[in-house]
């Protein structure tokens, strides 16, 4: 499977190396490419910006520092929604707001793409080791689909279940 990854630091490096270690097609951002060179090294596709890695992958998976850095990555000029592309879900797993994760799933409605917020446990070494807890919120069905590629990063993953259908981000 082709899968995008931004944020390749202390945690994304070694969950992307655990996703590219089991055969898939990586492509990585990060805003340090620096920190990308281990997994590119090891055959990952650099990407210009979070938009261009999205346009290359059929999924996408973040993991950034802060709200405002999940954002930027998402909503942003070049952000994973402007791009045009096969990706067809995405994946933040960065501790962030409920309500920005409310926005991005709205905001990927509208592209036709599907979205999950998975915001991890565990640290460095969690990230390391592949024994992350990751809690999954969104739609059952993303979920399952997306669950084979979550086992590479975590040993305890649970669906947290879905937001409700009528509800729209403010």
Not at 4 to 16: E, H, L, N, Q
């Amino acid at each position: 499977m082709r899968i995008g990854w931004i944020g390749t630091g202390v945690m994304g490096r070694s969950m992307a190396g655990h996703v590219q270690a089991a055969g898939h097609e990586l492509y990585v951002h990060n805003r340090t490419k620096a920190k990308a060179e281990e997994l590119l090294k090891k055959g990952a596709i650099w990407c210009d910006s979070p938009a261009d890695a999205a346009a290359k992958s059929e999924i996408l998976f973040s993991i950034v520092g802060l709200p405002s850095d999940v954002e930027e990555t998402y909503l942003g000029k070049n952000g994973v929604l402007s791009a045009k592309g096969s990706c067809r879900v995405i994946v933040d797993m960065t501790t962030s707001r409920p309500s920005l994760a409310q926005i991005i799933e709205h905001e990927a409605a509208k592209k036709g793409m599907e979205s999950l917020d998975a915001p991890v446990s565990g640290g460095d070494i969690g990230a390391r080791d592949a024994t992350l807890a990751i809690m999954v919120g969104g739609k059952k069905e993303v979920f399952d689909k997306v669950l084979p590629v979550f086992q590479l990063m975590g040993k305890n993953i649970a669906y947290m279940g879905g937001r409700e259908q009528d509800s729209t981000p403010k």
